[in-house]
């Protein structure tokens, strides 16, 4: 239906569609037209659901991580493999959030603005949180910030059952003393290699092979779908630059919403806090307070006597000073108490939930309301802004329109609006870089309506502020690369695979010479290798081995009688390398110091704390009622 709509977009036709259309408004309402789409849901954990939504950022989060990882390459061959990583840390995550909340576990609001707090990208030019700043930084990302702080609330409440398991494990005397002996452990071992150059001259590859292995491994030279897109961007940031403001809208502004600017005022405080006993018999810590209280009235020093008493680890060392705060930031009745005081006053104890308070005032900075030169620039911002935002509206729905009325080109829609027709690099279904690697400009480049019948896209919203229309301009089918053109490719595969079958015969024939009593130096020497034998060899410092050589040092079991221990491996350089274990002396725990065992409990503590949660969460899901919708990943 829609392909005749577009391809018959003129004359009487368009008024006997739009007239269809009107009546259906007038029978069924326009609520029904604009009523919002149920979410998909990619998968079920207990019959909470995780929407496709989640899932597209969790794999976009997993595809920029291995991008970084991987400077650049080519992700298609993960692409699978980043579905499954990504659908499995949300299963994860749910079964985690609900062990949580099924365990009684909560967030209060006085910890969520904690952490609110401490986020530097929401404070201001001095360093103190900005609620203007926070929002708009929300803004940005296209939350509210009521769905982002529900989102912090979750993570801060998985987060409490992660480390309630990983930081309560303990290792024992005897598990350290265990690790010790095989971490200090020395062995004599030695290591015969055979270099790559050693066999090279014995190496032939035919063409009958090179085309055999191209049959055989057709998998491996695809090259996947890729399409070259011409697309428009229509941004908000781009709009407020043809927008202005006036002298007297800004006044106007400042007038109106001058609560916007009010600096509220901030105290320094210090204070010295005794701690209550979790039974709340509160006797013992009243009669400390109020006997520092009497020191501090007698002229003792307060910072000597915070750092000497307070139970607060935060502030006690800075001598109880806690910096500049605002009303509403601590416990009430601290509130209460601080914001009454005069400067370089002492209170009386002052009881809260956490204990006696005996608080100090350090210095005051009376509240103020900025004035209109101090931020003419900030409202003029919002103000064009603001009305950016409603041209924005107005300019995204010329752009679905016109995009429409001229299905096959964006030039019409480029002049009327004033945009730049640009131009992308090779994309293909797994995503290209920046603009290409959203999901939903994959899914609109990728539509039958651009891919197959050649239309422009409708407007793709990327959050609240830009919006792209694309439109098929090359594109290049999957195919298999031509013998030709990977043919040195298969000739370098073809050698590895001939120099690495020829050198572990010689490490056969070694190890087998070894065997029958022939020195290790003569036997390497007469096979083109070298004989290097190393005495009391150690984990860490095993520099002079190669690192797979390394491994097989210390993976060989102990040898029994004269005979050594031996295997092979080949080495990253493309040569081969046999390792013999004549002697292994395990490591001598009395002879750690304090500092090294206490090491060592942390490393197993972490190590013991990792396995206990993995082994919660296999529970989790075994018991769980798990459903996975593959067909809309």
């Known amino acids: 239906m829609l392909q005749v709509i577009r391809e018959r977009a003129q004359g009487l036709f368009v008024w006997i569609i739009v007239g269809l259309i009107v009546v259906s408004f007038a029978l069924w309402g326009v609520g029904e037209y604009f009523r919002e789409e149920p979410p998909i849901f990619v998968a079920k954990v207990n019959d909470e659901p995780i929407t496709q939504m989640e899932y597209q950022r969790a794999l976009q989060q997993e595809r920029d991580r291995l991008q970084q990882m991987l400077r650049g390459a080519d992700l298609t061959q993960f692409e699978e493999q980043l579905k499954r990583q990504a659908l499995e840390r949300l299963i994860d995550r749910k079964l985690i959030v609900q062990a949580a909340r099924e365990a009684g576990l909560t967030v209060s609001d006085r910890q969520l603005i904690a952490v609110l707090q401490g986020f530097d990208a929401f404070k201001d030019e001095n360093g103190r949180f900005s609620q203007q700043v926070y929002e708009q930084r929300i803004r940005q990302i296209g939350l509210s910030t009521t769905v982002f702080e529900e989102q912090l609330r979750t993570d801060l409440l998985a987060e409490q059952l992660v480390n309630g398991v990983t930081h309560t494990a303990f290792a024992t005397r005897h598990d350290v003393e265990s690790v010790f002996k095989l971490q200090d452990q020395q062995r004599d071992v030695g290591v015969a290699v055979f270099p790559l150059r050693s066999v090279e001259g014995q190496i032939q590859v035919s063409n ?110 800075q001598g109880g000073d806690l910096g500049y705060i605002e009303k509403g930031m601590l416990d009430p009745q601290f509130d209460e108490v601080a914001f009454a005081l005069p400067e370089r006053e002492i209170s009386e104890p002052v009881r809260t939930e956490f204990g006696f308070h005996i608080i100090k005032v350090l210095e005051v900075k009376p509240g103020e309301v900025k004035s209109l030169d101090e931020v003419r620039d900030e409202i003029a911002r919002e103000l064009r802004r603001e009305k950016a935002e409603k041209l924005y509206l107005d300019e995204l729905e010329r752009l679905a329109n016109q995009t429409f009325e001229h299905p096959d080109s964006l030039e019409p829609a480029a002049e009327a609006l004033g945009l730049q027709v640009r131009e992308s690099d090779w994309v293909t279904r797994q995503g290209g870089k920046g603009l290409f690697a959203d999901p939903k400009v994959l899914e609109a480049a990728f539509s039958e309506d651009v891919l197959e019948r050649g239309y422009n896209s409708a407007p793709v919203e990327l959050g609240k502020d830009r919006a792209v229309v694309l439109r098929l301009k090359e594109r290049r089918p999957a195919r298999t690369k031509p013998l030709e053109v990977v043919k040195t490719e298969i000739v370098q595969s073809l050698n590895q695979e001939k120099a690495a079958e020829l050198l572990a015969k010689k490490g056969e024939e070694f190890m087998a010479r070894v065997r029958a009593s022939e020195a290790p130096a003569q036997a390497a020497q007469a096979l083109g290798g070298e004989w290097k034998r190393v005495a009391d060899l150690r984990r860490d410092t095993g520099a002079e081995l190669p690192g797979e050589a390394m491994q097989v040092a210390f993976r060989l079991p102990r040898p029994e009688g004269a005979a050594p221990r031996m295997d092979g491996t080949r080495l990253r350089d493309g040569g081969y390398a046999v390792v013999a274990v004549f002697a292994v002396r395990d490591g001598d725990p009395s002879g750690m110091d304090a500092q090294t065992r206490q090491g060592y409990a942390q490393v197993l503590r972490q190590t013991f704390g990792g396995d206990e949660f993995n082994a919660l969460l296999n529970a989790l899901k075994a018991q769980a009622e798990i459903e996975r919708y593959q067909d809309r990943l």
């Open 208 to 317: 009958e092979e090179i085309e055999a292995y191209y049959r055989e491994h057709q998998d491996a030279f695809q090259e996947p779908e890729r399409v070259k897109l011409a697309y428009l961007v229509l941004s908000m940031d781009d709009l407020m630059d043809r927008v202005g403001v006036s002298d007297e809208e800004i006044r106007d502004y400042y007038e109106g919403h001058k609560d916007l600017y009010a600096v509220p005022e901030e105290r320094r405080v210090a204070h010295i806090l005794i701690s209550v006993p979790e039974d709340g018999n509160d006797a013992d810590a009243k009669v400390k307070a109020e006997r520092i209280y009497q020191e501090l009235k007698q002229g003792a020093d307060f910072t000597e006597l915070a750092k000497k008493y307070s139970d607060d680890p935060g502030s006690a060392d």
